[in-house]
């Protein structure tokens, strides 16, 4: 595989799945800090 | 004043949703789409698309269903009785859209019992084709019924109906099995095709960037339509889902966290179809673009051809068939489930009875795609219903709310309940990057039918299954618009 294939491959995989495992971890973290409120 | 059904938990409603925008598309649409608009360099313009008119979409529709607490038609009407028909044009085109889903549902049940070995008619790569469907010469040729197709298609109405009749209480439980399920079965599918000599240039195929694509305005509008058609915009669904979520439910984080999934699961897919095509494309000694196939033919030919050379061919095609029907199960439930919960909140009937009125009927106007010329009927329906039935509907309520409701009022919702606050930006969208996506996309279809008569359909065909399809919608969805108003619901 070309060297830019994987470029692109790491790339977008950092993006889409950083960007995911950062929405859940806020979520995540918001829902025990209303938890705690309650 | 109605008790309204409530989500479990925040995390339910996430899983119904990334489950909903998760079907067949993502792992027999994106990747082909991909491959041939630049391959990795498609990436780039999926994400931006993402980001400028699928996520603010999602945001959209979210931020109605959970302001309003109403599915569609009740969300709009509330916002403005001018727009109910809006909602109820698109629960028509997901109603329409979950008839033929069902079918392609179907042919995967019949698959795997192929791959427990029980049926022996599906042992080549013609049996698709000739032995499941009976494919007849055109669409004028109905042939016959295919009995194994109508089990199928009776199977996949019977879980529909026994998943919605118990509401989302039920829906909640179920997508914690069928979303991350196929994630799995993918993972173990990927490992099993990356083990085969071919795999590494079937990625190649995938993943190498044609920079150039991206001076191709096709590339960009094929990105926009791949966002749109994935998501589950315009279908209903997801007004429908956030309705059952409480006031002050988090918006934003949850359409980032839906499209993300989603957007991750497609491009996931996409390693575990260019293994396997690389590992065919190499044992048949043909060129890789010999066996690229997107829709059914790439689910139902290409895949059973390559799984049947393997070894522990049974194994990989049970997991793969199990795989198609966890992801298309979640999609097909949740279009049904939009619809019922307008007929509900409109007519005041309970959950089990539209639910069961729903999967009857369904299962009866589905019957049309089991005969020998319900492919060609169900092409030509998925064309329209996409292109001039999803489309026109997100288009359609970008103006509603961008330019008559008003986003600001939206916008202060949102701001309210969400973990993130959107910004000028989400205006910006929602009036004019949208919009003008959607709008291309609409003309672009237009002035290519007017080139070309879609897949050299007879004009008759297209007349009828195309444009009478989308004529009856708009009927129906006027007739009930006019013919009762929505009742009041109250918070559960």
């Given amino acids: 595989m070309p060297p830019s294939a994987w470029v692109m491959a790491i790339a977008i995989g950092l993006v889409l799945y950083t960007g995911l495992g950062v929405c859940i971890r806020i979520a995540i973290r918001k829902s025990r800090e209303q938890q705690e409120e309650k | 004043m109605a008790h309204r059904d409530r989500w479990a938990s925040r995390q339910a409603f996430i899983m119904a949703a990334v489950g909903s925008a998760i079907g067949l598309g993502n792992l027999w649409r994106f990747p082909m789409v991909a491959y041939a608009n630049g391959g990795g360099a498609f990436l780039i313009p999926y994400i931006v698309a993402l980001m400028t008119a699928g996520?603010?979409?999602m945001i959209l529709e979210y931020s109605?269903?959970?302001?309003?607490?109403?599915?569609?038609?009740?969300?709009?009407?509330?916002?403005?009785?001018?727009?109910?028909?809006?909602?109820?044009?698109?629960?028509?085109?997901?109603?329409?859209?979950?008839?033929?889903?069902?079918?392609?549902?179907?042919?995967?049940?019949?698959?795997?019992?192929?791959?427990?070995?029980?049926?022996?008619?599906?042992a080549d790569a013609q049996a698709f084709f000739d032995n499941l469907l009976g494919l007849t010469g055109?669409?004028?040729?109905?042939?016959?019924?295919?009995?194994?197709?109508?089990?199928?298609?009776?199977?996949?109405?019977?879980?529909?109906?026994?998943?919605?009749?118990?509401?989302v209480l039920r829906v909640g439980k179920v997508v914690m099995i069928t979303v991350p399920l196929p994630a799995i079965l993918l993972v173990l599918i990927l490992i099993r095709g990356l083990t085969l000599p071919g795999a590494?240039?079937?990625?190649?195929?995938?993943?190498?960037?044609?920079?150039?694509?991206?001076?191709?305005?096709?590339?960009?509008?094929?990105?926009?339509?791949?966002?749109?058609?994935?998501?589950?915009?315009?279908?209903?669904?997801?007004?429908?889902?956030?309705?059952?979520?409480?006031?002050?439910?988090?918006?934003?984080?949850?359409?980032?966290?839906?499209?993300?999934?989603?957007?991750?699961?497609?491009?996931?897919?996409?390693?575990?179809?260019f293994s396997v095509l690389g590992y065919l494309a190499q044992t048949q000694g043909v060129p890789i673009q010999d066996v690229v196939r997107g829709g059914p033919s790439l689910a139902f030919v290409i895949y059973p051809t390559a799984m049947s050379l393997m070894p522990l061919a049974p194994i990989v095609s049970i997991m793969f068939f199990v795989t198609l029907l966890t992801l298309g199960i979640d999609s097909a439930f949740s279009i049904v489930e939009g619809a019922v919960a307008g007929l509900r909140d409109k007519w005041r009937i309970s959950q089990q009875r539209a639910a069961l009125y729903f999967s009857i009927f369904g299962f009866l106007v589905g019957i049309i795609f089991t005969t020998g010329a319900g492919l060609y009927w169900l092409d030509i329906v998925d064309r329209w219903m996409n292109d001039y039935?999803?489309?026109?509907?997100?288009?359609?309520?970008?103006?509603?709310?961008?330019?008559?409701?008003?986003?600001?009022?939206?916008?202060?919702?949102?701001?309210?309940?969400?973990d993130f606050k959107v910004g000028i930006w989400w205006d910006i969208f929602i009036k004019w990057v949208?919009?003008?996506?959607?709008?291309?996309?609409?003309?672009?279809?237009?002035?290519?039918?007017?080139?070309?008569?879609?897949?050299?359909?007879?004009?008759?065909?297209?007349?009828?299954?195309g444009w009478g399809v989308v004529?009856?919608?708009?009927?129906?969805a006027a007739f009930i618009t006019k013919v009762k108003p929505f009742r009041e619901t109250e918070e559960g």
């Fill in chain 2, 389 to 418: 039935g999803l489309v026109v509907i997100g288009l359609m309520e970008c103006i509603a709310i961008g330019w008559f409701y008003g986003t600001g009022k939206l916008k202060k919702y949102i701001n309210e309940v969400s």
């Fill in chain 2, 55 to 57: 996520i603010p979409l």
């Fill in chain 2, 138 to 167: 055109g669409p004028g040729e109905i042939g016959h019924i295919s009995w194994p197709a109508l089990a199928g298609l009776a199977a996949t109405w019977a879980l529909i109906y026994w998943i919605i009749k118990a509401g």
């Fill in chain 2, 64 to 122: 109605l269903g959970s302001l309003f607490q109403k599915s569609s038609p009740g969300s709009l009407h509330s916002a403005s009785p001018k727009f109910e028909m809006i909602g109820w044009w698109a629960l028509g085109i997901g109603s329409t859209i979950s008839f033929y889903y069902a079918v392609v549902m179907g042919w995967s049940w019949d698959y795997l019992a192929c791959s427990f070995g029980t049926l022996p008619w599906c």
């Fill in chain 2, 200 to 273: 590494v240039q079937g990625l190649a195929y995938y993943l190498t960037p044609d920079f150039s694509a991206l001076t191709n305005a096709k590339t960009w509008l094929q990105a926009y339509a791949q966002v749109f058609f994935s998501l589950s915009l315009g279908f209903g669904i997801l007004t429908a889902y956030a309705s059952y979520l409480p006031k002050k439910s988090d918006i934003t984080n949850n359409a980032f966290i839906t499209s993300f999934a989603d957007a991750g699961f497609a491009f996931f897919a996409g390693f575990a179809v």
């Fill in chain 2, 471 to 476: 004529a009856v919608i708009i009927i129906v």
């Fill in chain 2, 434 to 465: 949208t919009p003008l996506a959607l709008g291309w996309a609409i003309v672009s279809s237009i002035v290519n039918d007017f080139k070309e008569a879609y897949g050299n359909y007879p004009t008759w065909a297209l007349m009828v299954g």
